[in-house]
């Protein structure tokens, strides 16, 4: 499998009133083509900055972002996005907000061909009789579906999220977990998913990468090695409950804190 982002040796700092702030420290990540990395690590330590890189939007101070083979020095509209904001437009319909990439990417493709796309992304997901709708009139879990269907209806070559379900309760995300998996398996892609839920990283991804405590360096990397769409239960089996203690357990260390288990021996003493 070819890569598809290599991060090589990347560094950044902000510049702010009290000195520069180091965000990130000689990162180093790959990730293959087709794969879902899920990045996990303590808050603030750069996870979105990192997205930032990917995508265009920011430079780093030193080393090198390249995405399919081409090096990354201006935004990329062949990244779809989705945040923790589903940023909808409401003066657009649902179905018009969903075509807004085509019309960027692909501005010559016949109107009829870009509807026929967004209608078929929006009824995968679910929202078939929505299409007409403002954002305003649907719930939150809808508005991100239809997010969801938003940065991937030009079929980016990395889909990145920065913590896309963060804001909606444990049993619509649990359902948009599982809508995550469904669109994978009809639409392969690549994706980047910032999260700070280790449960989500373990349901979806196929790595979970762990960056350190700012500034930020590659920690962990667990692999999941399960193929395909995951039953909900795989989160209750006794692999998935090892992984995400050791997936805690780096966290804690990237805090400069005690691994929980071994926290936790010491109490039973
Ligand atoms: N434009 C900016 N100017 C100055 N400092 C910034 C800027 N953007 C982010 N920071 C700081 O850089 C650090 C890393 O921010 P970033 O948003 O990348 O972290 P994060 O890991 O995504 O955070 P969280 O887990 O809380 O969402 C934070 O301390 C933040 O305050």
Redesign the pocket.
């Known amino acids: 499998m070819t890569n598809l982002i290599e991060i090589k040796g990347v560094t950044h700092a902000?510049a702010?009133a009290a000195g520069p702030?180091p965000?990130l420290d000689d990162l180093n990540v790959s990730i293959a083509e087709g794969t879902f990395c899920a990045v996990v690590?303590p808050?603030?330590?750069?996870?979105?900055?990192l997205t930032r890189l990917i995508a265009g939007l920011m430079r780093p101070d030193s080393g090198e972002v390249w995405l399919h083979g081409e090096l990354v020095k201006s935004p990329r509209a062949t990244v779809g996005m989705a945040f923790q904001n589903p940023v909808l437009l409401e003066w657009r319909t649902i179905l018009q907000n969903v075509i807004l990439p085509l019309e960027i990417v692909a501005p010559r493709m016949p109107r009829a061909q870009k509807e026929a796309r967004a209608r078929d992304l929006l009824a995968l997901v679910g929202l078939e009789g929505f299409e007409d709708k403002r954002p305003s009139e649907l719930s939150g879990g809808m508005r991100q579906r239809a997010s969801l269907c938003r940065a991937i209806v030009h079929k980016p070559e990395i889909l990145i999220m920065d913590e896309p379900f963060g804001a909606l309760d444990a049993f619509t995300r649990e359902d948009l977990w599982q809508l995550m998996h469904k669109l994978r398996a009809e639409e392969p892609f690549t994706a980047l998913l910032?999260t700070?839920d280790l449960r989500e990283s373990v349901y979806l991804a196929d790595q979970v990468l762990v960056l350190s405590g700012?500034p930020a360096r590659a920690q962990y990397r667990l692999d999941i090695p399960l193929p395909g769409p995951r039953p909900l239960g795989m989160l209750y089996s006794a692999q998935s409950v090892e992984w995400l203690a050791t997936l805690r357990d780096q966290i804690e260390i990237a805090q400069g804190r005690a691994p929980v288990r071994t926290a936790a021996q010491e109490d039973a003493r």
């Open positions: 902000y702010t702030l965000v690590g808050s603030g330590c750069g996870k979105s900055t910032i700070h700012r």
